[in-house]
């Protein structure tokens, strides 16, 4: 059996595994049922494409949408790997052919859909019983699950797979589950005891921007020419409206094509050909475009519409910045897209699903409705702790005044226990405000706190409510018609012993934040992709496919003079030095000798690795820019307009990437003091060391202590 690390390297270009993947990759390996969890962009193809090649065998992958077939393949065989799909879209002869490699051990990965796997009375099953089958693995497994966001009927079928072929391994694998949806893949598959693996679902290079749907198109037009050499995805509710708005797209100079399940085939095939091909930038589409859509260089996402849960939100964001680059999650909202979209996500005569998809449904309308972390709301609703600011979403990035909302959320809390902790947030609201509806009761109107809050807007006491229900303070009920009920920590805001402060309500229209990072060797990046171009379209593939964008910044970084320093590039295993090395060095050479430049190769440098997590966007770097000037926190948030906090977030940040050093911000004094109260507390969490400290400590500085702490030099130059 060959060695994993040899395979990546060696057919795929990468020296180390991202976290997790080894140990996924040797459950495989030691016939394990495995189930991952990992985010989109995260490496999961190679949790199964690895193994696969490792064993003797074809691997059987179950995928949901040709286009995704016909992609992964396509990126496989310009690796050298031996990879077919099976589709509706093949004559019979090519189909043969197919199997005839299968029968002679040639074809390392089959790539089909459920039901060809278990169709025809289960044939194809009956023919691969006799053949070595290394492992079966089951790509968008969420699909499987009537609580998951994508449901897909045909892949109930796949209960039968552990049944007919029990001694072959099953990975499951999916980037959007909750817990209730895991539980389901499992159960749904039939797997009696699979090893489980959750690598996180932190996105760091995505950036989560929420606007308000007043005057979108004309927000829109902005955010797309700070893009418009970017491509993108921008998805809308209903079919007419991806047609309507990519004509007037088009009327406004920009190439877009529509995308959704009512168009002819052929103009959907043809739509998508055209984007991932870079010929289109833009894809204004229904969530019917885009499940494993593999195109990695999409720079943004935009949700015309609230999307109807978490799960969905999350998976569409993620077809953004696959390669770890900078990107950009955009959605416009209105809190009355939540009643209208109500009824859509209902299920006819089930009552229980109903309630489960409206309180979905809910979620998503709270992380419109933020002015708090929206990474850390979106990390926390897939059970991952997260700190109280990212740095790179668009509340974290701005000024938002805090007030002291003591007295304020008692009148709120106070409503919700006068009222018996038996309405939902509307009534509670008129409540608040005196409402004369007639739906109002006669008895609640002599209540004495009935009219308090006459003062505030709706929409001001909705934000305010929604503050609490994120801060727990005030608890909501589960359900389709769920009610504001009372907490723990809401006794002790009644009874006075604990102060709340909150974010002012605001309706601010905000300019969009510019994190395109400066370019190095623009000339030859250019030159670079138009050389790409030229292969990509003699190989009939999208440009990714012959080397990402993170391949391509590296190529324009260190500027490699020669195959053996073209094979330390990420992404570039054997085969491809081989196949696309000497046009790409020959331009490089040519730019180096027009502008004297060199390589920039280190001797003993190992390939870069591509994470999302090792970007650093132009924000952090724009605070580390203004602390070389000698201007301290409160100077940079100043200047900045952000809150102290996030600029304590960026130097966290910077500390843990090996910008600055702890000591570079802190006092000696105040480094010791944390260093043993995070000794004395170790591994329990920020908050006992926070408690232990007191207020003249913040958290921002103690996460700068830890990640010192944490910080290790890398061995790699980047």
């Known amino acids: 059996m060959k ?3 040899e395979i990546l390297s060696k057919t795929f270009g990468y020296n180390t595994f991202r976290p997790h993947q080894e140990e996924i990759i040797n459950s495989v390996l030691d016939n394990n049922d495995t189930v991952v ?35 992964q393949v396509d990126a496989l065989r310009l690796h050298g790997v031996a990879a077919a799909y099976l589709n509706s879209t093949q004559t019979q002869e090519e189909q043969n052919q197919i199997l005839s490699l299968m029968r002679t051990g040639e074809l390392k990965l089959l790539y089909l859909a459920p039901e060809r796997l278990l169709g025809r009375e289960e044939q194809f099953i009956t023919f691969i019983q006799n053949l070595t089958i290394s492992l079966i693995a089951v790509d968008e497994a969420h699909c499987i699950s009537s609580w998951g966001h994508d449901f897909r009927p045909e892949y109930l079928l796949l209960a039968k797979i552990k049944k007919s072929m029990a001694r072959v391994p099953i990975i499951a694998l999916t980037a959007t589950a909750d817990d209730l949806t895991r539980k389901d893949i499992i159960a749904k598959l039939e797997l009696p005891n699979p090893n489980v693996f959750v690598t996180g679902f932190n996105r760091p290079n995505i950036q989560y921007l929420v606007r308000p749907k007043s005057n979108s198109y004309a927000q829109l037009i902005e955010f797309l020419e700070k893009n418009k050499d970017e491509c993108g995805i921008i998805y809308t509710l209903r079919r007419k409206d ?24 052929s103009i959907r095939n043809q739509h998508q050909e055209e984007f991932l091909k870079d010929e289109v930038k833009i894809i204004v589409a229904t969530i019917a475009f885009g499940m494993g859509i593999d195109k990695s260089n999409v720079r943004y996402v935009v949700h015309m519409d609230l999307p109807k849960n978490i799960e969905g939100y999350y998976q569409e964001t993620g077809r953004a910045g696959r390669d770890g680059l900078p990107s950009t999650a955009l959605m416009f909202y209105s809190y009355s897209d939540f009643f209208s979209m109500q009824k859509l996500v209902e ?21 419109g409705s933020l002015k708090s972390c929206r990474r850390r709301f979106l990390l926390e609703y897939f059970g991952e702790k997260a700190e109280a600011h990212c740095g790179n979403c668009d509340n974290c990035l701005s000024s938002f005044e805090e007030i002291d909302a003591t007295e304020l959320s008692q009148k709120v809390l106070s409503a919700v226990s006068r009222l018996d902790q038996r309405f939902g947030v509307n009534y509670v609201i008129d409540f608040l405000k005196g409402s004369k509806s007639v739906k109002m009761r006669e008895e609640h109107k002599q209540l004495k706190t009935f009219g308090v809050g006459a003062d505030l807007s709706k929409d001001e006491w909705r934000h305010y409510i929604n503050e609490l229900v994120h801060l727990d303070y005030l608890g909501r009920s589960k359900g389709q018609y769920p009610v504001l009920q009372l907490t723990d920590k809401s006794v002790e805001v009644l009874q006075g012993l604990t102060r709340v402060n909150l974010p002012k309500a605001v309706d601010e229209n905000m300019t969009f934040i510019d994190q395109q990072p400066a ?24 440009a990714f496919v012959v080397f990402s964008d993170v391949s391509l910044r590296e190529l324009a ?15 570039f ?28 190769v280190p001797a ?115």
């Open 37 to 71: 969890l990992m985010p989109t962009g995260g490496g999961k193809s190679l949790c199964y494409q690895v193994p696969a090649l490792a064993k003797e065998g074809t691997a059987i992958v179950i995928s949901p949408l040709i286009a995704l077939m016909k992609d």
């Open 242 to 265: 991806t047609e309507e708005l990519a004509e007037r797209l088009m009327g406004d100079g920009l190439i877009a094509k529509p995308y959704h399940a009512g168009l002819d085939r």
């Open 573 to 600: 295993g054997e085969i491809k030095v081989q196949r696309y090395g000497e046009p790409i060095l020959q331009e490089i050479k040519s730019y180096c000798s027009k502008h004297q430049l060199s390589s920039n």
């Open 519 to 542: 370019e190095i060797h623009q000339e030859l990046i250019k030159n670079l992709k138009d050389v790409r171009r030229q292969m990509a379209d003699s190989e009939a593939v999208p």
């Open 604 to 718: 003993a440098k190992p390939k870069p690795r591509k994470t999302s997590a090792t970007t650093l966007g132009d924000t952090y770097l724009k605070t580390f820019e203004f602390f070389q000037e000698g201007k301290d926190i409160n100077a940079i948030a100043k200047v900045r307009s952000l809150a102290p906090g996030t600029i304590e977030s960026h130097f966290d940040m910077l500390i843990r990437h090996g910008k600055l050093k702890a000591q570079d911000i802190l006092d000696h004094e105040t480094i010791t003091i944390i260093q043993q109260a995070i000794e004395k507390n170790a591994g329990v969490g920020l908050k006992p060391i926070k408690e232990e400290l007191g207020d003249a400590f913040s958290y921002g500085e103690i996460r700068m202590v830890l990640a010192e702490m944490s910080y290790t030099k890398p061995q790699s130059i980047i």
């Open 557 to 571: 970084t260190f500027l490699p003079q020669s195959s053996e320093e073209l094979s330390r590039i990420s992404g």
């Open 347 to 367: 299920v006819d005569d089930n009552p229980e699903q109903s309630a489960v998809m409206v309180d979905k449904l809910r979620q998503m309308a709270n992380f």
């Open 3 to 5: 060695k994993p690390l």
